[in-house]
């Protein structure tokens, strides 16, 4: 009788994933808004993976953690920033210093007595000017902007108002620009209060911002795959693989390893081993997560009607294929019609 050959394929059949290697260039000095999440033109929550709204994007200047840091003196400062804000947003009555809602005008008095009285210790507090205001809003919460500043340390003081900034409207001099704390929004209208003449809280500013804002990337290498993420997701790489970051400030990097994949270390930055990385931005950084694909070891064995090749134990890797060539002896046949062994590891 003839002898006949076959070959069984033994294949270690799992889902195969291609490391994606992302950093993404470029640098915005505006600040994030704090958006994180999408909807649709109904209002309906969606995912904001490819929609290109601000969520999607998260363009700006990184969002710290914590965001403000209380300096003990009845002062909060604003790590994104870098400004300096009273911890009470209600616009006290300070000595000679007549507070409470106040005209425009009334509003620069009022930061002069301030100064003038060396107000918590210092002499240069000013009335903020419309972007500096406006800088306070996170865009991502409910149900205010106030409320959020509140639960930020600020107490019960920022008001569910407007405030007034230093800007004038430049084509109508009779206004100023004011935010609305409840609702966020930025307004130099006269139907929402924006004459002079309107009474508004006053919220003083000090200091600027800290260095120039500087870029932290992100790189992925190894056989395997995963993700490194940041504190409110500004990094989540994935797709967003860099963000700006102002000097001084601290972030925390967190590696997560996908299905058949081991996190195995970090690299650059003063980065090392494979807990979390925290590092604080002084100058453009570049940070390295490896990912190791999973070896398994598959042990082919024959039984007494023929031989399998190799057959000493083969390490195989998550995702790959090995082949085992399977010959019987003489007079014997394997089975037809011959059907592919899959293995699934892992």
């Known amino acids: 009788m003839k002898l006949k050959r076959y070959f069984l394929a033994v294949v270690v059949a799992v889902l195969c994933f291609i490391p994606t290697f992302a950093a993404w260039a470029g640098t915005v000095n505006l600040p994030q808004t704090g958006q994180t999440s999408c909807w649709d033109a109904s209002g309906n929550g969606i995912s904001c993976t490819g929609t290109g709204q601000d969520a ?15 300096n003990s003196d009845q002062t909060m400062t604003d790590n994104l920033t870098g400004l300096m804000w009273t911890k009470d947003a209600g616009t006290p009555t300070v000595g000679a210093c007549t507070g409470g809602k106040l ?63 230093s800007t004038t409207i430049n084509n109508n001099n009779f206004n100023a620009w004011v935010v609305n704390m409840d609702y966020g929004y930025v307004t130099g209208s006269d139907a929402y209060g ?4 309107d009474t508004h809280y006053v919220w003083p500013v000090r200091a600027g911002q800290v260095g120039n804002p500087v870029n932290l990337s992100i790189l992925k290498s190894g056989t395997g795959t995963g ?13 967003i693989c860099s963000a700006t970051y102002n000097q001084s400030i601290t972030t925390t990097l967190t590696a997560t390893a996908n299905t058949g994949s081991t996190f195995t270390g970090w690299s650059g930055a003063g980065c090392s081993g494979t807990g979390t990385c925290t590092l604080t931005s002084s100058a453009a950084a570049t940070v390295t997560a490896t990912f190791t694909l999973n070896p398994y070891t598959v ?7 023929g031989t399998i090749s190799p057959s000493t134990p083969q390490i195989v890797a998550y995702g790959a294929t090995t082949q085992f060539t399977v010959t019987p002896n003489k007079r014997l046949s394997l089975p037809r019609p011959m059907t592919r062994c899959s293995i699934c590891l892992s």
């Open 194 to 197: 924006a004459t002079k003449s």
């Open 299 to 305: 042990t082919p064995s024959a039984g007494a009607g």
């Open 56 to 70: 999607d994007k998260k363009a700006g200047v990184a969002w710290p953690s914590p965001r403000f840091t209380d």
């Open 103 to 165: 005209q425009w005008t009334s509003a620069l008095d009022y930061i002069t007595c301030l100064n003038n009285a060396n107000y918590l210790g210092h002499n240069d507090w000013r009335l903020p000017n419309v972007l500096e205001l406006q800088s306070l809003v996170n865009s991502n919460v409910s149900p205010s902007p106030a409320a959020w500043l509140n639960s930020q340390g600020y107490g019960n003081t920022v008001q569910l108002d407007y405030y007034w900034s």
């Open 227 to 239: 993700t490194v993420t940041s504190p409110y997701y500004i990094i989540n790489c994935g797709n």
